[in-house]
Every structure is written in C-alpha cells, then in structure tokens.
RNA sequence: UGUCCGAUGGUGUAGUGGUAGCACAGCAGAUUUUGGUUCUGUUAGCCCAGGUUCGAACCCUGGUCGGAUAA
C-alpha cells in the first residue's frame, strides 16, 4: 500500500512516522509549504526548522521525501476566505478550511491522487460501521481534532490515516523521545498557521485598516465606548475592548452601522444562547440515522474546546439546528458547528453557524 | 459671588492617623493547530502648597478643578 505521510515537523507528524514503520508500512513523506509571503511581506511562515527535522525523520526512517509546495492555492483559498470572512462580520475558521482544501484538497489533486492513502498527525481516527468509513474521535479526548476535520467529506475520510489516533499526547511524547527524534520536546504548534509570528490583529488591520465605530451596551442601550473596527472582535470576546467597569462582552455585531454590541458583567443571559443554527450542514459519511427527520440527541462542538456538549439536532427545510442542553457562550456566526453522535465517538458533520 | 459636597493607578471604587486594597482595562505567561473562553502573574495611584503630629490619603489652612444649590 503506497502512503503519503504529510510531516510538519512537529512532534505528533514525527511519530506518525514511527509508526507507519513499525506497522510494516513504507510511507512517502511530504512536507506542504504553505506559509506565503504576499506583497507585503506580512505572510511568514518560518519553516526553516520544520524542513530540517523532516528531513530528518525521512533520513532517519529510510522514507522518500518531497517538499511541495502549495502557496498559490493556500492563497486563493484560506487566506483570502478568511479576508472575505472577516469582512463580512463572519468568525473564520482558516484551519478548517487548510484541511478540507489544502492538506485533503489540493494537495490530493496534485500528488495525493498517486497513493492509496494519505496519513497525518491529527489526533483522530476512523471507524468502519456497515463497510462505510466514519471520522471518529481520538483515544485522547482532551487533543482530539476531529473539530478541525468536520468539514472534510467521504472520499477524503477514506483515504486518511491517523496514526497516532489511538495515542495519548503523553504516549506520543514517550515515544518521541524513546526514539530520539529532534521533535520530542517541541512545543506544540498553534495559531493559525499563515500568520507565523504576525499578529492577527495586525494582520487585519494590514487587509481591512480601522474603523472607528461605537460600542453600545446592549442592555442599557448607551454607548460605552469606541472600537477600531468591528473586524478586531469576535462575538463572546472578552479581551481587545478597553472597557472599564467590565468585565464586558462582545454579544452582537451591526456590520452596516459598525456597531459592537456588548454586555456587561460575569454572568448576563445575553452573553450564552442555547440555540446555533447551522448552514449547509453535511454529513461527512452519510446519515447514521437513516432519512433524517425527526429530533436527534447529539454531542457537538461551536469551537475547538476540550468538551463535547450534549444538544438535539433538529432540520428545519435547509438548516439544522442544535438546541444545546446547557446554555453556551460565544456562538459566533462563520465557525463551524460540528455535529458528534450521542456518546461522541463519531464525528458525523458539520455546517457554518448563522 | 455665597454656601455645601467631592477630588485615591487608564476607568470605577475601598481605606477617617501607623506598611494604600479590590474590580475592570493594560501587559506577560499557561491552556488552545481558528482572533474566543478560562487560569496565573504583573505594571501603574492618594489634585497642589503649607501646617499639626513621632507618623497624614485620612486632621487644619489656602489654592486648583468638578458637581450641587442660592441670588
């Protein structure tokens, strides 16, 4: 079976390699480059470190190695999606879409298509129900990824293998070390991946500049202060806004007046919501239900959190809808909602919150 | 103009003679493959000038500024 490893360098791709090997397997590695330096220069991603311990691991482990290059489309796709998002008011998510178009998309098209499966670093697994491949969760429920994977579909969920799935972060770190490898004691990659050491904040004000606008207690109705741009906030975020007297959150925004609507306090029921509404949500397999109709109970996620929330999906014509047991803080429009079944070992699908 | 009240870190406030606290904001770090949340740490202050006192944010006098009120 002929395998394409995607390896960054960091400590989970590494062992991926490990264990490929120890499984019999004979994987060819790539590396994707994808941090682009734009016409400002504001894209940087330093890989310098990253292709050195890839090269490495291939070394090390006797594997083929190719350095690949997916900048234009990374581009095209993330980068300007998260540009287009943000302006539009929307809460991206840049990673989800690297796996869904980059890591599983172009990436297939180009070199993937070549090999029968293309293994990762993602702490998540697969599951066979009924002969169909399912996405399911990782054996360490605290680093499962399956979140940032919700919006691939089946024919990508079959070809993947995640190889340190059934690992703990701890085990993966053990054998990181046991095994020498020059990863063992990096820290664990975060951020968006684009933005290298560049500020987000900066990085907006780079594409969409400031605009002042007012800040207006929702309750109470008076304006409280001024923002530079309602691009610079998240709904459910805390920091950035400067108010006294607080804590004060961001709980709606009005694109066209460029107003940020906040609320006051530790605990106001306008900062949580019970009910996420969801645009065109799929199922990555299919629908384990059957002719999904009725009400369903569910876990799911509105962000990469270390829990699963426990909700009912409903379909109402196009849209689904969560109506989560607890109340949650922090529903913003333009993630993704992503759908788990009951005892959340299956990661079923995911659609954009409206 | 008279009278009264107030003046404490960026903001809002504790502290009525004995080491100036708290909250929010800010900053830093932890957590986190999305700017989110959360957690930890930290910066920064007694309007000014005199006086009383061993010692003053606190008491007294004057000034400055803000608010209220009277004509």
């Given at each position: 079976m002929d395998i394409a490893a995607l390896v960054s360098g960091g400590v989970d791709s590494s062992v991926t390699i490990f264990q490929l090997k120890e499984q019999g397997f004979d994987p060819t590695i790539f590396y994707i480059k994808i941090g682009m330096e734009d016409e400002h220069g504001y894209i940087d991603c330093p890989s310098e470190e990253d292709i050195e311990i890839t090269t490495y691991i291939a070394r090390k482990y006797g594997c083929k190695f190719e350095i690949v290059s997916l900048h234009e489309e990374y581009w095209e796709?993330?980068?300007?999606?998260?540009?287009?998002?943000?302006k539009r008011g929307l809460t991206p998510n840049p990673d989800m879409m690297c796996n869904k178009l980059i890591k599983f998309g172009s990436f297939e098209q180009k070199w993937g298509k070549d090999f029968d499966k293309i293994s990762t670093g993602h702490y998540a697994t697969t599951s066979l129900l009924d002969g169909k491949t399912y996405l399911s969760t990782a054996k360490d429920k605290v680093k499962d990824q399956t979140y940032f994977l919700g919006q691939v579909n089946y024919l990508q969920v079959n070809k993947l293998m995640f190889p340190i799935g059934n690992l703990l972060k701890s085990e993966v770190r053990e054998i990181a070390?046991?095994?020498?490898?020059?990863?063992?004691d990096r820290k664990d990659s975060q951020g968006i991946c684009f933005l290298g050491k560049i500020?987000?904040?900066?990085?907006?004000?780079?594409?969409?500049?400031?605009?002042?606008?007012?800040?207006?207690?929702?309750?109470?109705?008076k304006t409280v202060g001024e923002h530079k741009g309602y691009w610079f906030h998240t709904i459910g975020q805390r920091k950035g806004l400067g108010l006294s007297g607080g804590p004060w959150f961001v709980v709606k925004k009005d694109i066209d007046e460029n107003i940020?609507?906040?609320?006051?306090?530790?605990?106001?029921?306008?900062?949580?919501?019970?009910?996420v509404n969801i645009a065109g949500f799929q199922f990555i397999t299919e629908d384990i239900w059957g002719d999904f109709s009725d009400v369903k109970n569910i876990k799911f996620k509105i962000r990469h959190t270390p829990e699963f929330t426990e909700g009912k999906l409903t379909k109402i014509n196009d849209i689904y809808r969560i109506e989560s047991a607890e109340k949650i803080q922090g529903i913003a429009p333009g993630q993704f909602a992503v759908i788990y079944d009951e005892t959340a070992t299956l990661c079923l699908g995911s659609g954009m919150i409206i």
């Open positions: 796709n993330v980068v300007s999606y998260t540009i287009e998002a943000v070390s046991r095994e020498r490898l020059p990863s063992a500020d987000y904040n900066d990085f907006l004000k780079r594409y969409l500049g400031e605009k002042p606008g007012e800040i207006i207690d929702l309750e109470t109705g940020l609507f906040v609320s006051n306090g530790y605990d106001p029921e306008t900062q949580y919501g019970k009910v």
